[in-house]
């Protein structure tokens, strides 16, 4: 089973920024597209960006972080990553990443079931 590793969550107050790094197991390039999702306390889980590591390197973000939010990905290293600036008590949240092999390229998220890998979360917390 691969598990993928995230890293970089942490404790900021409002305005603030912190970088998720999320680790890919190799080899990298039976990767596609690695994704990161969040989830709130008593909310569900949702998608938040995605990026696909072919030609074109289409990306994806929720509405609620455009312009905030920077996905990117380091394939000499196998990593992942998300910049997040400009945060808000709003983000708080367990982040998590995903990889697939075979997701769907477009222009909407892609949802949960279209990933293979997850990681086991990273907690982000927003003070005001």
């Known amino acids: 089973q691969v598990q993928l590793t995230e890293s970089g ?46 030609f074109g390197g289409n990306i994806v973000y929720t509405d609620a972080v455009k312009g905030r939010f920077t996905i990117s990905h380091d394939m000499s ?8 600036n400009s945060l808000s008590p709003e983000d708080t949240a367990m982040y998590y990443c995903a990889a697939g092999r075979a997701v769907r390229v477009g222009s909407s998220l892609p949802k949960e079931s279209e990933y293979d890998y997850w990681g086991q979360g990273t907690q982000v917390t927003v003070s005001s």
């Open 9 to 54: 969550g942490g404790s900021v107050q409002t305005g603030g920024s912190l970088r998720l790094s999320c680790v890919v197991p190799g080899p990298y390039y039976d990767i596609n597209c690695v994704g990161w999702f969040r989830q709130a306390p008593g909310k569900e889980r949702e998608a938040v960006a995605a990026i696909w590591t072919g």
């Open 77 to 84: 290293k196998n990593t992942a990553y998300l910049q997040m």
